[in-house]
């Protein structure tokens, strides 16, 4: 049989758009990523691209900043002797493993929960692998603004440096509903809006604004929570 060559366009019609230009429509244009991401819901190539780069921006942090840090948490939690005593060569192997272990989960944890809570709770059409590939894609803006944060992470000394609400409240005094806008990071934010645009790609009954609220409204939940404990 005769093979004929098929043009470059229909082929791009067929598997949707390359792994670069997602990750790049991901940062500057949403909206054409979450569209050809619900089409065409492809995962594994943007989840090991951002794992890499998670990976990559724990591992640039010196040993020794990682090892003040561990003592100070050591400090404020009570004489948790093991922690004091991994050395700092040793974290900087564990850091950066845990930190792609940890984006591994979480992905594949919101979309299970993106799928209870919009395909079954709200009743939309979709399906747990469309949840998956967009919020794998989504995490590609945290894993790059990990690179952007490591020369002020080193500067300040503090591995966990990021911008958060709580950076313009410079006003707001120690304590509770601080530690809150400090869990609410900006890329995170960032991140669930793009998913938020995802989450109506996938169902256009589903507006960006509901899709929205509902994201960020899970998000300030789990921040309520975490600040309970963050010691100041």
Not at 211 to 224: C, Q, S, T
Request: positive net charge.
């Amino acid at each position: 049989m005769v093979g004929f060559p098929v043009p470059e366009e229909i082929k791009q019609l067929r598997v949707g758009p390359s792994l670069t230009k997602r990750l790049l429509y991901t940062v500057f244009s949403p909206g054409r990523m979450t569209a050809a991401v619900a089409e065409y819901p492809t995962w594994i190539g943007a989840l090991l691209i951002s794992t890499v780069l998670i990976g990559s921006a724990a591992a640039l942090i010196p040993a020794d900043i990682l090892a003040e840090a561990q003592r100070r948490v050591a400090l404020q939690e009570g004489p948790v002797q093991f922690r004091v005593a991994m050395g700092a060569e040793i974290l900087r192997i564990v850091v950066p493993i845990a930190a792609m272990l940890r984006l591994i989960a979480t992905s594949f944890l919101a979309a299970g929960l993106y799928s209870v809570v919009f395909g079954f709770v709200l009743g939309d059409s979709g399906s747990y692998r469309q949840y998956l590939a967009i919020v794998v894609h989504a995490s590609f803006v945290p894993a790059i603004m990990g690179l952007f944060y490591t020369p002020l992470r080193i500067a300040t000394v503090d591995p966990q440096f990021h911008l958060s609400i709580a950076s313009f409240l410079v006003f707001m005094p120690e304590g509770y509903w601080l530690n809150f806008f400090r869990v609410m990071d900006l890329t995170q934010i960032w991140s669930m809006l793009i998913v938020a645009g995802g989450v109506s790609a996938i169902d256009s009954r589903r507006t960006f604004i509901s899709a929205a609220i509902v994201l960020l409204g899970l998000l300030a939940a789990l921040a309520l929570v975490i600040a309970r404990f963050i010691s100041n």
